[in-house]
């Protein structure tokens, strides 16, 4: 066959296939799948512009410094992150500390163990996401206004914002794109911030205390009291930490090779326990904001059948982990409402930051605060060998010497000023510091 | 058939990407004669609501097309036990069908659980969840009788997130409002005084707070929600609740000023404070 004919062949076969070809205006389609796979306003990542308006004065950004001792690890789309490992700031979570105490304190417990630096202060209201999520209740620039006057209290202390709440370090990167991003946003949050005495400050990153811990993990897990080698630990990835905003999320090759998140996966792994998986490893736990307060059918239903029944028949788990209020609150009281049908599941569920406090031989009770949980935690406990009824009894006797006063409370750093649950003064960094 | 002279006729919106446009783009209300299904009253508000919505800033970042593929509802873990779905909504926005969003609006839109799979899932890169977000803050700002249902249970959660900046407080979990978390949560109810002082940390020792914020804190994050505009929304939701909040924040402001104005001064004296404003 001749290379005419060959060619002559190829054309008519191309046409056979593709018949609209010929009438296509292809600088059309690839336009359009431009807009398709690009992202709406057409920046690989937000932080350019951030970096931008900086350079133009229209916001101040508060850097990641040396002093922060960072660690680079990598984005969903492979671009760096930096997350700061001492010189923290806490964000707290409105959720952890009403009903599990346990999760921010084994945080605390776990910086003071590895000599971090740290500040806690009273100066900090929560994200409003949960609020936003579940009743729409709020408008963007209040919650740009919101998230701004959080970081400016983080950004006068010089210390770096560390997010304890999932919801609110998903919710946080949806408010600094819109801050960053939309100029009427800008215009209509300055006179507000200025009213406070404030200006819009924006970190760098935005960094959730779970991807501190997976960073810092390796270096925890030396510290090690117990072996986990024979626990089975079941992970529920919040959504909020890698649906929302997923380009801010880290990975690591090393787990699942890069197929999950590595936070808080990556962190049980570090502490020697064996990772199982389950069919709905992706699904949420349930908590969906208003439904977890008002509409509970819904939460219990689906935090057990969608999550806690295939993780434990699926993947015979010992522990479910999880790095997020909802999540831990959802998974944990889900369980006991099943016996009404003869469900009777047990799975004892912790936060990454509790499970890995444990491991390191914090106090169950007073540190890990785990008798907030409804599942059995103990159970766990006994089964990685830590001798539950020696600390429980303890606890009891402290509680009881609380009651009748002869006990004064015990601190993770030191106590507040009393001037300090009034103003936000500007020497109190200095106070704080100089007492420790 | 594809040809030049249909894809020539696409609208300059990049949404209506692919050749479907004539079935999936928006057809005229004569056409369609649905708007009329409307009860009279209910016309002009869902017309105004759903220009209101397409007017906001995030409307078209968030919604840039849809094929119909269905990806967004086969996550859903709200579609799995209501009859909700974020196609179904999307389709509705994409075809302008105003009737339908309504009634997606009034029915529907609170199922939503706000988990992002949707979007972290959907092939054209819609924000599902945000758009599900501007709907409700919509029904709130119009003050649609859905969103007062359901707000309604929600009162004292707006109460403490707007006045103290903390979504919830430990002693909410009360036996009969919460007898599905099992009996640890009713021990922990009974005796939550101790079990606070037993928390190692000074601000996370109170029954009615999730930690203590400072007056100033509280008083910042209500000047932001009034002057946002929050407020205003409230007002016409639960006007008992605006004007408690009012209150509220007048007394705290003036407190605050009151002792900042001692302090600068040099005549605060740091022991004739309560332990907690909260007790003031």
């Known amino acids: 066959m001749s290379v005419q004919s060959v060619e002559k062949k190829l054309e008519e076969e191309i046409k056979s296939e593709f018949p609209y070809a010929d009438n296509v205006d292809w600088n059309e389609v690839y336009q359009r799948i431009i807009y398709r796979y690009s992202t709406p306003h057409g920046l690989q990542h937000v932080k350019e512009e951030l970096y931008k308006l900086e350079d133009e004065g229209e916001i101040i950004v508060h850097h990641i410094k040396p002093e922060n001792n960072p660690v680079e690890v990598q984005t969903l789309n492979g671009f760096p992150k930096k997350i700061p490992t001492t010189k923290l700031w806490h964000h707290k979570s409105c959720g952890q500390c009403g009903h599990i105490p346990g999760y921010p304190t084994s945080v605390f417990w776990m910086m003071n163990k590895l000599e971090v630096d740290y500040l806690d202060e009273p100066h900090q209201t929560s994200c409003t996401g949960w609020n936003y999520h579940a009743s729409g209740a709020s408008n963007p620039v209040a919650l740009a206004g919101v998230f701004v ?10 210390y770096y914002p560390l997010i304890h709440c999932g919801t609110s370090f998903g919710h946080y990167k949806e408010v600094r794109n819109m801050i960053i991003l939309h100029k009427e946003i800008r215009e209509k949050l300055r006179p507000i911030m200025r009213k406070l005495g404030m200006d819009i400050v924006i970190p760098e990153e935005i960094v959730h205390y779970s991807e501190w811990l997976f960073v810092m993990s390796k270096k925890a897990a030396q510290q090690k009291k117990y072996d986990l080698s024979n626990i089975k630990a079941a992970v529920h990835t ?7 905003v997923p380009e801010d999320t880290i990975y690591d090759p090393a787990v699942y090779q890069g197929r999950r998140p590595a936070a808080p996966t990556g962190t049980v792994m570090n502490f020697g326990a064996k990772i199982v998986d389950y069919s709905t490893w992706w699904d949420c736990c349930g908590f969906g904001f208003r439904h977890i307060l008002t509409e509970r059918e819904f939460s219990r239903s689906f935090a057990l059948f969608k999550k806690v029944i295939p993780a434990v028949e699926e993947g015979h788990a010992d522990v479910f982990v999880t790095s997020d209020t909802g999540c831990v609150t959802t998974l944990d009281k889900s369980q006991w409402v099943g016996k009404a049908h003869g469900l009777n599941y047990n799975l004892p569920v912790l936060s990454d930051a509790q499970f890995a406090a444990i491991a390191m031989g914090a106090d ?14 103990e159970g766990f406990l006994r089964k990685i060998g830590v001798p539950v009824d020696d600390y429980k009894e303890k606890f009891l006797q402290y509680l009881q010497d609380l009651r009748e006063g002869k006990a004064e409370p015990q601190y993770l750093y030191p106590k507040h000023r009393k001037i300090d649950f009034y103003l936000a003064l500007p020497d109190r960094v200095k106070w704080y510091k100089g007492n420790k | 058939m594809v040809n030049k002279a249909l894809l020539s006729t696409l609208p300059d ?6 050749a479907s446009y004539n ?8 056409d369609r004669n649905l708007l009329s299904n409307l009860k009279p009253e209910e016309r002009e508000l869902a017309k105004q609501f759903w220009e209101a919505v397409k007017s906001d800033f995030r409307f078209n970042e968030y919604l840039r097309g849809c094929l119909n593929c269905g990806v967004c509802t086969s996550g859903c873990p709200a579609a799995k036990f209501y009859d909700f779905g974020p196609r179904e909504m999307i389709q509705y926005m994409m075809r302008n069908e105003v009737d339908k969003i309504w009634e997606f609006v009034n029915k529907k839109v ?27 803050e919509y029904a709130v700002k119009f003050a649609l009788p859905s969103a007062k249902e359901v707000l309604a249970p929600y009162r004292r959660v707006l109460l403490t997130v707007i006045t103290m900046g903390n979504q919830v407080t430990p002693d909410m979990i009360q036996p009969d409002a919460f007898p599905d978390w099992g009996p640890q949560a009713v021990e922990e109810s009974k005796n939550m005084d101790v079990y606070r002082k037993a928390i190692p940390v000074d601000l996370l020792q109170r029954t009615d707070i999730g930690w203590h914020s400072s007056l100033q804190t509280a008083v910042e994050i209500m000047t932001i929600f009034i002057e946002s505009g929050v407020l205003d929304s409230i007002k016409k939701i639960d006007k008992d609740l605006y004007d408690m909040i009012m209150d509220i924040y007048e007394e705290r402001k003036q407190t605050l000023e009151e002792i900042k104005e001692k302090w600068k001064k040099g005549e605060l004296k740091e022991e004739d404070l309560p332990d907690s404003w909260l007790e003031l």
């Open chain 1, 149 to 158: 006057r959080n970081m400016w209290r983080a950004y006068e202390t010089g």
């Open chain 1, 238 to 244: 919040p959504c909020h930490v890698y649906k929302l």
């Open chain 1, 364 to 377: 169950p009770y007073l540190i890990a605060q785990i008798h907030w949980h409804a599942t059995d935690v």
């Open chain 2, 13 to 18: 919106d990049p949404r209506y990407l692919d």
């Open chain 2, 23 to 30: 079935v999936q783009g928006p057809l005229p209300e004569e």
């Open chain 2, 110 to 136: 609170w199922a939503c659980v706000q988990c992002y799979t949707c979007s972290m899932r959907c092939p054209f890169n819609n924000e599902i969840a945000g758009l599900i977000m501007l709907l409700r």
